[in-house]
């Protein structure tokens, strides 16, 4: 059974907490007045981004598509006469992505990037669909030098066969003949 010592004991505890706090610098930031720096691997609206020649980066390879928990990644593949491929089309159904990071982390060309950005809230659900023109950009985002077709050994205008960053010279087939 509680002694009134203690019950005295505790609400004393109580009241020295309150006292303390009442001379402690608020932490209250007033949003949206005031707008916390958030890192740059923050996860939220997702770009699709440029490489360092302005040439778009993806390549609809469909992995990002596939990886997502969602499945609110959707595309058409389409290729140039250069043999670099890229989204015909391209839409993200933003009402159902839960901002998981996986489609980054598919991404082999670094195409696709989550950002910071999180304001984009809006009651009619059919403004969460963004098409290829709403999410492509012209920067590279995070990642300001890759070039997926200086390394993807794919002839192209950025290089042929070999010339490409740390690729060996094509083995002529024939010559393995006996
Ligand atoms: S962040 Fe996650 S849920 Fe959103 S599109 Fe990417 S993989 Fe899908
Ligand atoms: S964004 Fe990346 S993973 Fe998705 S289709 Fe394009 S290249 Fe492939």
């Not at 005295?8 to 932490?27: C, E, M, N």
């Not at 989204?87 to 489609?103: D, M, T, V």
Request: hydrophobic share 35%; net charge negative.
């Amino acid at each position: 059974m509680t002694s009134a010592w203690e019950a005295i004991k505790a609400l004393a505890t109580g009241f020295a907490t309150t006292f303390v706090h009442l001379f402690r610098k608020p932490i209250t930031e007033q949003y949206p007045e005031y707008k916390r720096p958030l890192p740059a691997r923050s996860r939220g609206r997702i770009i699709l981004t440029r490489d360092p020649d302005g040439e778009e980066r993806c390549v609809a390879c469909f992995l990002c598509s596939a990886v997502c928990p969602v499945v609110c990644i959707s595309m058409e593949a389409a290729e140039k006469e250069d043999g670099r491929r890229y989204a015909a089309w391209f839409r993200i159904n933003f009402s159902r992505c839960i901002y998981c990071g996986l489609c980054e982390e598919a991404c082999p060309t670094s195409a696709i990037q989550l950002t910071p950005q999180f304001e984009f809230a809006g009651s009619d659900i059919m403004s969460f669909v963004y098409e290829k023109e709403d999410l492509l950009v012209n920067h590279q985002g995070k990642d300001s030098h890759y070039n997926f077709y200086r390394y993807a050994g794919v002839t192209t205008r950025v290089g042929d066969k070999g010339e490409h960053v740390g690729e060996k010279e094509p083995v002529d087939i024939k010559s393995n003949l006996p």
